[in-house]
């Protein structure tokens, strides 16, 4: 495609909804997809947006009631752009002036509309890094803008600062997008990632739909990446060299993990109550203490706790559930959050493998539990650092990537979860959360709210748009392009860590290439870092 | 450039239109096509949008002669004084002018003057002239005996024969007239009808 193709001119708009453009009748209205990135040339300023919607118009209303012969190409051609002609609908959100100081700024919010007629072009490729910048030590190639072959990336330092989003329907590329994300903040930024694999995706080796699986993180960074596993059996099956296995004392549970839980192990309000009553009077070993209690002990309690007997049962058919999951044994030999935070200390990512137990009472057991004892080693230091006022002992940025993120952050647990405290308090404790989820209009609209930076793939359900885009400017024009995704590798980023949405094709991710690719842009990074220790 | 071919002389002259007589009988410009008249400091274009033979005396209506002749050309051969006492004239619209090297396509501030030369203009002149659609405005708003759809449609066919890709003319014109017809569908349909290739 040729640089700066022309598109048309403005015609009409306002700032609040965007401008028209009329499409120039040598351009086929066929060829302009929604998510092109677009310049406009207005007198004094320039301006950057998306095209939102396309549109059929005409001059005259009687060529729609008595439309021509255009069984005739040369009527066809003449009627193409004259009397019948294409509108786009383009949203600026960027702006740059012509002068010298404006241009080292770089691209500012829109404040106000291009004058008329200006000419709007498809934006280049000096255009898309421009705004996007191109990739360096803290931007990270991530994709290419939609039909255009240019690299757009991703300002992966700004992006760890806050808690962001990977939205999409299931079988949209969400995993992917996910891996190609962390290999970027293990390259480019300073935070240190914990990832929950639930599905055993992104560790070792991953799964693609009709195609051969994929390499995980360690295989392509062997020395950055730890795999914890809590099913060392089906992770030696499977081929992992793991760097640990995570075993859950019974000491370890606390009730808020319960309240966690109260849906998956139906338990009643009251049977959640209890547990905080059995635990002040047992302390630490209460699960323990409760499983093992004779009959005549449990009367004794019960009536000295006020518990009604069936609560108490309810209680105790839930706690069974979890001493039942392998991986909670009464004395673990090892301590696997010690073990975690030290690899994390040491600037190593960690993916913790669930193997075979997929359900979502393990899953969201055990990530609120580590994530919990972690935050609150990450709260502490962070505290006694900024009390010493000394930056080096704070610890390394964390990103926690959970998946299923509806099941931690809904509404209703979302004030109880470690991962509600730490998607609203945000950064200050260095600790942000990567939340991969297919239901967002699940997740508490606080949480959403709060989140920086928002990756979506394609998304049908109304409610689900709607959450996503909650709070977004210009959200109904955003909503067009995202209900027009492909259905597979295609996804719209905004918030945070990108000047303006755009919608992008994902890099490859899966072939020989692609994975050289990856591993020599870190590659390069390092050498670069040694150049300029020589200088 | 090619020798300019002479077709006849101003007989009558307004701002809009002039009528010339042509020189030889029945050598008539076709219709629709670019004739230029004037001298090299002003030049005036028109188009060609009526032609008439007639008697030379008004009141002398020329008679049948063909009766015993075996053809029609037998009779101006057998009355060789028929080809001066009729004459050939045509009118056209004045659809721009030339002032030294510059080309407007409106209305020029004289009329030619009565006796000038008029010239069927050169494939490079039409081509030159068809650089702009701005004539089609004055040929649609000018009050013609014959329709504008018609003229139009013989202009631009006639204009298009010079240039090396008439199709890619025509709709060029094609889209002009488009806007200029915006409010008017079945004019516009009429000359494309005219006019497709």
């Keep these: 495609m040729t640089e700066n193709q022309r598109l048309g001119i403005v015609v009409s708009g306002s700032l609040g909804k965007g401008v028209e453009v009329k499409l120039d009748s040598s351009v086929s209205i066929e060829d302009v997809v929604v998510g092109r990135f677009v310049t406009i040339e207005g007198a004094k300023r320039r301006f950057f947006g998306m095209i939102s919607e396309v549109s059929l118009g005409m001059t005259d209303q009687r060529l729609s009631l008595t439309p021509p012969d255009v069984a005739d190409p040369f009527i066809a051609e003449v009627l193409a752009g004259t009397s019948t002609f294409g509108t786009l609908h383009v949203t600026p959100t960027l702006v740059i002036g012509g002068d010298a100081d404006s241009l080292l700024e770089g691209p500012q919010p829109v404040k106000t509309v291009p004058s008329h007629f200006s000419m709007v072009n498809l934006a280049s490729e000096r255009d898309v890094e421009l705004v996007f910048g191109s990739e360096d030590e803290k931007r990270f190639f991530i994709g290419n803008p939609l039909d255009m072959e240019t690299k757009l990336c991703l300002d992966l330092e700004e992006f760890v600062k806050r808690s962001n989003g990977i939205f999409g329907k299931s079988g949209t590329g969400k995993t992917f997008l996910t891996r190609i994300l962390l290999i970027g903040m293990l390259q480019k930024s300073q935070a240190v990632n914990l990832v929950f694999d639930m599905h055993n995706e992104y560790g070792w080796k991953g799964t693609r739909e009709g195609g051969s699986p994929v390499k995980g993180l360690k295989q392509l960074f062997q020395s950055r990446v730890a795999v914890f596993t809590l099913d060392e059996e089906n992770s030696r099956q499977r081929g992992v060299s793991t760097d640990g296995v995570v075993r859950i004392g019974h000491d370890e549970i606390e009730p808020e993990d319960i309240v966690l839980l109260r849906q998956t192990l139906n338990l009643t309000e009251q049977a959640v109550e209890a547990v905080y009553q059995v635990q002040r009077r047992y302390g630490k070993n209460w699960l323990q203490s409760t499983l093992e209690m004779d009959a005549e002990t449990s009367k004794e309690l019960l009536k000295e706790l006020n518990i009604h007997e069936s609560t108490f049962h309810n209680l105790r058919r839930g706690l069974a559930t979890i001493q039942r999951l392998p991986f909670i044994e009464p004395n673990p030999p090892t301590n696997a959050v010690k073990a975690i935070l030290e690899h994390l200390d040491r600037g190593t990512n960690v993916v913790l493998e669930f193997g075979r137990y997929r359900d979502i009472t393990a899953y969201i057991l055990v990530a609120n539990m580590l994530s919990r004892r972690i935050y609150a080693q990450y709260q502490s230091r962070m505290e006694k650092a900024t009390a010493a006022a000394k930056d080096n002992l704070k610890p390394h940025p964390l990103v926690i990537t959970i ?28 600790v942000t959360l990567l939340v991969i989820d297919q239901r967002p209009s699940g997740i508490d609209s606080e949480v959403m709210s709060q989140m920086g930076t928002k990756i979506t793939c394609l998304l049908d359900n109304e409610r689900d748009i709607d959450s996503v885009l909650a709070g977004v400017s210009g959200r109904n024009e955003l909503k067009s392009v995202l209900a027009k995704l492909a259905a597979k590798r295609q996804a719209l980023v905004f918030g945070h860590a990108v000047p303006m949405p755009v919608a992008f094709q994902p890099r490859e991710y899966g072939s020989a290439e692609s994975y050289r690719d990856f591993t020599d842009e870190g590659k390069a990074g390092t050498g670069k870092d040694i150049e300029k220790l020589w200088e | 450039m090619a020798e300019t071919e002479r077709v006849g002389e101003v007989i ?34 028109g188009i060609v949008y009526n032609a008439a033979t007639t008697s030379l005396e008004p009141g002398r209506r020329p008679i049948a002669r063909g009766k015993d002749e075996t053809s029609e050309e037998a009779i101006y051969r057998s009355s060789p004084q028929l080809a001066k006492l009729l004459r050939s004239e045509f009118g056209a619209v004045v659809v721009g002018h030339k002032e030294g090297d510059k080309l407007y396509r ?4 004289r009329p030619a003057r009565i006796h000038s030369f008029v010239y069927q203009c050169t494939p490079a002149e039409v081509i030159d002239f068809g650089k702009s659609f701005d004539f089609l405005g004055i040929l649609l708003n000018a009050s013609l005996p014959v329709p504008a759809e018609e003229l139009i449609g013989a202009s631009l066919r006639q204009m298009s024969r010079a240039h090396k890709d008439p199709r890619a003319f025509l709709v060029a014109a094609g889209k002009e007239l488009a806007i200029l017809l915006s409010g008017n569908l079945n004019q516009l349909n009429a000359i494309l009808g005219r006019i497709k290739t």
């Design chain 2, 106 to 109: 409106r209305l020029p501030p």
């Design chain 1, 403 to 430: 998946e299923e993120a509806h099941k931690f952050l809904n509404p209703e647990v979302a004030g109880q979860t470690i991962f509600g405290t730490i998607a609203r308090e945000m950064r200050k404790y260095n």
């Design chain 2, 12 to 45: 009558e002259a307004g701002t809009t239109a002039f009528t010339a007589q042509c020189y030889e009988l029945y050598e008539i410009p076709p219709l629709g096509s670019l004739v230029k008249t004037g001298n090299a400091s002003a030049e005036l274009y």
